[in-house]
Each structure stands twice: as structure tokens, then as C-alpha cells.
């Protein structure tokens, strides 16, 4: 078997890879795993690599097998995705494409419309232009709110709509373009493919190693650094009022959940669009109140979205001129969930209560929400 990664040094990409060895470890298959890694800094492609599978996050059936067997398994190409080249099309002919590389940022900026689309749909395209006539399966990872916004009940097809979504910001627009994009050109020419759609990504749950462990901290965890270090460098809390749809919800799901279905799925002929989402998006009332109470910061309220919203405090300010504009969209959409018996199907969603909610946030600051850069 073989099988072509994207994106191996990132929050998802690299639980991918660990998957991906586990498979070829525990069921004895004489397999190769590609990845399009490039360097970074003074630091290689294979010094990247390395750092994630020697370090304490490692998983410990991985770690026990040591470098140079987990290396058997594997082939770097080192190259930027941007300069991607077909000249080993002999060697990959054949393989899997697991597309997991993205450029996730939220930004409502106009002057990031252009980078975000280069860096998610763009690129996309290049690279299935590539590798297209020399694979066997193109799997492109994508994002559940690729939806758009939506209320109701939302099923795992998005390009079989009476509508056309409307998106919340360049990210969700490029992701769904680039999806459109894969499912139009594989019908096209007859290439099996795979959307799978992640909601945001939070830290483990399953088994008992690192449970709540996650190698970057986004989207909600943003919110929680940003209040817990104002908490730390303010001695007077000044009041924050966020701007909720109090019906609304996080949709939440562990990296190693999402990582453990994509590899679970990625063979399977009967399944061309999958959301890998919780089945009960976790309500942004009581998210918003736990994540203050654990990082210390108590001066806040909640209000309906208002249009004539006028700062009254520094630190609010500060909030909305920053991450706050970027997470607003979500915290005032519209309520909705996701159907998710096909995904219980592959594998049982994990439980996300108030405890392991608490217990993801409590993991971030106890690390100082400090991301970890390969």
C-alpha cells in the first residue's frame, strides 16, 4: 500500500501519520507513506518529521519502534507545495493522496481574501493537476463549516444543494471551492475521491496517552489564551460583552478521533463526503462561561448581536479589534447540528461534557497555550 500525506507537520496532519504507522505496524502491511514535507528554517523536512515521531507527544507504539524502523515506512519528498514537481510519478504511481495540508485562518480582512484562497484552493488544485493522472484515490481533507451558514439538521452532502452556501469568511469559501473543485474534476476523468470534513479541532480523548493533548491551539482555545494572559497582566478586570446567538453551539471534535476515521475511511468505495463532527455541538453559553471561569477571568456578559455595538472598555476593544471579529460569525450564527449516523458508523463519537470540555482548556493553560512549532 501506498500512500501520499500533505501537511504532516500539522495539528491534524501529523495525527494522520500516526495513524497511518499504527496501520501498517499493528496489521503487518508492507507499506510506504509519503510526505510532501519542506524545511523550515534551519531545520529539514526529515528533522521535522523526526521531532514528531522521538518526542514526548509521540505515540508510545510508534516510539517504542525507534527512528529507523518508523523511517522503513517512509519517503520524504522535501519540497514546498507551492513547487510541487510530477518527477516521482513512477515511484507514487498507484497510491492514496490524503490532502490534509491547509491554511486555516478565519480572518474577515480583505486584504487576506486573496492569500487565504492561494493558500487553500490554489494550491489544491495544482497539486491534484499533478499527481492526478499517476494515483489511485484523492482524499482532501476540508472543513465541516465549508457549509456555510446553515440551521437544521446538515447532512454529509454539500454540492447537492437547492442553494448556494453563504460563507462566513475566505476561509470557508475556499475550502468549499476546493471541494467543488475535486468532485467535479475526479467525475470528470473517473478518479475516486473522498471529501472529509472535520468540525474544530480539539485535543484527545480516546485511549490514555495525552488525553487533551493538541500540538496548536486555535479557534476557541484563542479565545481562552487571550483572556488568560489579559487575566494575568490586569490587576482590575474590565468588562467584555460577547455577542452571542445563545442557541447556537462549538461544534468540537478530538484531533486523534478525526485522524483515527480518515484513516478508518479513506479505502472505503461507499463514501465520497463525510462530516467528522460531534453529534451535539456543545452550547456556546455554558462554552463561553467555562472557558472564563478556568482561565480567571470572571468581568464578562452576554448580549444579543447588535449593530450599533460601541466599545466601552480597553480590553473589549483590544478583543474585537483582534481575534473577537474573527470568532463573532460563529458565536452569532444561526443554531444547528449535524447528521452523524454514518460517522458513529466508523467509529463511536467520543462523550465532550462539561468535564472534558473544562479538561481541554485546563490542558492549555496548565502548557501556557504554547503551540508546538516543528
Known amino acids: 500500500m501506498k500512500i501520499i500525506l500533505t501537511g504532516a507537520t ?54 517504542e519502534k525507534g527512528l529507523e524502523k518508523l523511517h522503513s515506512y517512509l519517503e520524504i519528498i522535501d519540497t514546498d507545495l507551492s513547487e510541487i514537481q510530477d518527477n516521482n510519478a513512477e515511484k507514487i504511481r498507484g497510491a492514496y493522496f490524503i490532502h490534509s495540508a491547509g491554511y486555516v485562518n478565519l480572518s474577515t480582512d480583505d486584504d487576506q481574501k486573496e492569500k487565504i484562497f492561494n493558500e487553500n484552493a490554489q494550491i489544491t488544485k495544482d497539486i491534484f493537476n499533478t499527481f492526478s493522472p ?18 437544521g439538521l446538515i447532512g454529509n452532502d454539500f454540492h447537492n444543494l437547492d442553494f448556494i452556501p453563504e460563507h462566513r469568511n475566505a476561509y470557508e469559501n475556499a475550502k468549499f471551492h476546493s471541494e467543488n473543485f ?8 473517473g478518479l ?30 484563542l479565545l481562552a489564551k ?32 478525526v485522524a483515527k476515521v480518515i484513516v478508518n475511511s479513506f479505502q472505503r468505495e ?41 466599545y466601552k472598555t ?29 460517522l458513529n458508523s466508523i467509529l463511536e463519537i467520543p462523550k465532550l461534557d462539561t468535564e472534558a470540555f473544562t479538561n481541554m482548556i485546563r490542558y492549555a493553560r496548565l502548557h501556557n497555550f504554547k503551540d508546538i512549532n516543528v
Request: proline content about 3%; hydrophobic content about 35%; charged content about 20%.
Open 226 to 257: 487571550f483572556f488568560h494572559f489579559t487575566a494575568q497582566r490586569k490587576n482590575e478586570q474590565e468588562n467584555v460583552r460577547f455577542q452571542i446567538n445563545e442557541e447556537t453551539g462549538l461544534n468540537i471534535i478530538p484531533v486523534d478521533y
Open 10 to 63: 500539522g495539528v491534524l496532519g501529523s495525527h494522520i501519520m500516526y495513524e497511518i504507522l499504527e496501520k501498517f505496524i499493528t496489521e503487518k502491511i508492507e507499506g510506504k507513506l509519503f510526505l510532501i514535507t519542506r524545511n523550515k528554517g534551519k531545520n529539514s523536512a526529515k528533522d521535522r518529521i523526526n521531532e514528531l515521531l522521538s518526542s514526548s507527544y509521540t505515540p508510545q507504539i510508534l516510539a
Open 270 to 310: 461507499d463514501i465520497q463526503q463525510l462530516n467528522i463532527v460531534h453529534n451535539k455541538s456543545f452550547n456556546i453559553v455554558k462554552g463561553l462561561q467555562l472557558i472564563m471561569q478556568e482561565v480567571g477571568y470572571t468581568n464578562f456578559s452576554l448580549i444579543q448581536n447588535t449593530l450599533d455595538f460601541n
Open 134 to 151: 499517476f494515483i489511485k484515490k484523492f482524499i482532501y481533507i476540508s472543513t465541516a463549516f465549508s457549509s456555510g451558514v446553515r440551521n
Open 192 to 221: 475516486p475521491y473522498q471529501i472529509l470534513r472535520p468540525s474544530v479541532i480539539g485535543g484527545k480523548m480516546l485511549g490514555k496517552e495525552n488525553n487533551y493533548f493538541i500540538p496548536k491551539y486555535m479557534v476557541f482555545y
Open 314 to 342: 480597553t480590553i473589549e476593544k483590544l478583543y474585537y479589534e483582534s481575534i473577537g471579529k474573527h470568532l463573532k460569525p460563529y458565536f452569532t450564527t444561526d443554531a444547528n447540528e449535524y447528521d452523524t449516523t454514518l
Open 182 to 189: 475535486v468532485k467535479k474534476q475526479c467525475e470528470n476523468i
